[in-house]
């Protein structure tokens, strides 16, 4: 492998920061000092002004393949990833079939290790996503599965929620929960209020959410195993799940960049590129959710990357398919929700060290299949790393995508902040925000 010199950018580790230069040589920070002679034949990275800071972690990209690769593939997903800065993705398992089983499982990995990133899965809970009988999550977990959801629909028997927290117990991973209690939420499209009524669609109200993350609280206190909560898009949410925390209960909780940024108003023309899953909620809770954000009680910013191939958002918007793309954008999102005087630390906090701890992909995961991620920035670290300009000043551009979908509902927004370079297992991938 070539070496790479990182020069002169604001170093961000775990808890301080400090002006400096990275070598990377052999897909292995080597150096991290004040000033470092760029060595013979090393290419130089200019990071004056800019955030340098391990490379971000997705905890939950939808990248379709097996079955929908129309929308997107393993490759085109893990190189939108890359643009925004991510070193890492999660595959979510409702592809069609479901990861529920060691060969699906296989098959993403292997792809996996053909694009310029690290590829982890998600596994199904369930067999099918059915919510029925336990997918063979020994069997997943002995491939490096560390996280198992049947994302797309929470598992609505508590029954076979509680077995399959027992039964992950012991097996050393993290369930996912798709929190919303389906039986209030059939039939709705948008968040319920008075806007839905005013629009003549049917609500999905956030008590849906909120009964799910309760009683599956309740279930962790029962069986003692961790839990994550996914896209969580209320603030009392979030309260319940830091109440938990605080009670010392091994819980975690993400939210979206779409629920930090948008709200249900957007619903209001009826474009379908605005219907998600818990859908966009009201101005007082994406206020709530920010606030949140900046005070810590969110782990982690997770993209819920979900292309959809361009006829199925054409539908009306009671019957397309909820979701939006968010791998590309997320980190300047994130930059947005955070506001004011940013502090590098809680951004990488919130992008790369809190995601990959909940997805066990750091160095001192003795299991991990992948390079380490959410390192310290420090001598022996694996080379994941990005280049992040705060200062940056851009537009976003559905023409401009990495992905195969378009449906993104940022066309043509202001972003301020954006990755300029995305340095995966010590090889530079992106330079200048476009991929090498």
Known sequence: MSSLLVRGGLV???????????????????????TIALPPG??????RGCWVGPGMVDLHAHLREPGREAAETIESGAHAGAIGGFTALVAMPNTEPALDNVALVSYVLDRGTRTPIDVAVAGAITVGRKGESLAPMAEMAALGVRLFTDDGIGVQDPSVMRRALTYARPLGVRLAQHC??????????????????????VGRPALAEELMVMRDIELVRLTGAPLHFLHLSTIR?????????????????EVAPH????DETSCQGFDALFKVHPPLRAASDVEGLRVALRSGLVDAVASDHAPHAPELKDLAFDEA???????????????????GDVDPVQFFSLLSRGPARI????RDDLRVRHSAHGGALVAGDDANLVVFDPNARWTASNATL?????????????LVGQVRSTIAKGTLVVHEAELV
Do not use: K, W
Not at 259 to 262: D, E, F, Q, S, V
Not at 402 to 414: I, K, L, M, V
């Open 12 to 34: 961000v580790g775990p808890s301080t920061s400090s002006v400096g230069d990275v070598l990377v040589r052999d897909g292995v920070i080597v150096d991290v000092s004040d």
């Open 42 to 47: 090393c290419s130089e990275i200019d990071a």
């Open 180 to 201: 919303e209690d389906e039986l209030l939420a059939a039939g709705g499209s948008m968040n319920e209020g008075a806007l839905s009524s005013r629009l003549g669609l």
């Open 237 to 253: 949410s979030l309260n319940l799940v830091d109440a938990a925390r605080r009670e010392g209960l091994p819980v975690t909780c």
């Open 259 to 262: 629920h930090l940024t948008l």
């Open 321 to 339: 398919p909820a979701g939006l793309l968010g791998l590309e954008y997320s980190a300047s999102l994130t930059f947005e929700a955070l506001g």
């Open 359 to 362: 997805a066990q992909l750091r």
């Open 402 to 414: 990495h992905s195969r979908a378009t449906n993104s509902p940022y066309d043509g927004r202001a």
